[in-house]
């Protein structure tokens, strides 16, 4: 874990790297009241981001095949990388393989299943455009 200079980070917050992952914090960062960044794979955010409170960052999902008990079948990984000056909304979600370019904002309690370009406004379920940063 490599946590950069001027770096803010609130109560109750979770910071996990495992199997060997990186979870790099840039600095300036922010981060809110118990946001959870579970690094089974790398995790790395850029500089001057925001990140709310209650807000979870998850590399790792659980293999779900047909025929077998799904929390015998382990996980699967992909990193999440979260570029400069990005802000996450309270309670939103980024799952396994996502990139979040410069300036993206991910809106309030939105569920980020794919990668968002540089200066995109995401929300809901799945995050889809709203509207681009002016």
């Known amino acids: 874990i490599q946590i950069g200079e001027n770096v803010r980070i609130d109560r109750g917050v979770r910071l996990l790297s495992t199997n060997n992952s990186k979870l790099i914090i840039g600095k300036k960062t922010a981060i809110g009241l118990y946001s ?12 001057s981001c925001l990140i709310s409170g209650f807000v979870y960052i998850q590399t790792s999902m659980h293999n779900h095949k047909k025929g077998q008990f799904i929390k015998e079948q382990g996980y699967s990984h992909a990193p999440i ?9 309270a309670h939103s979600t ?7 370019e410069s300036g993206s904002i991910i ?15 995401v929300a809901g379920v799945p ?3 709203i509207k681009e940063r002016n």
């Open 107 to 121: 809106g309030s309690n939105a569920v980020v299943t794919t990668s968002i370009k540089s200066n995109e406004i």
């Open 94 to 100: 980024v799952l396994p393989g996502c990139k979040l």
């Open 36 to 47: 959870v960044l579970n690094g089974g794979d790398n995790i790395t955010i850029g500089d």
């Open 127 to 129: 995050a889809k455009k």
């Open 81 to 89: 990388c979260i570029e400069n000056d990005v802000w996450l909304g």
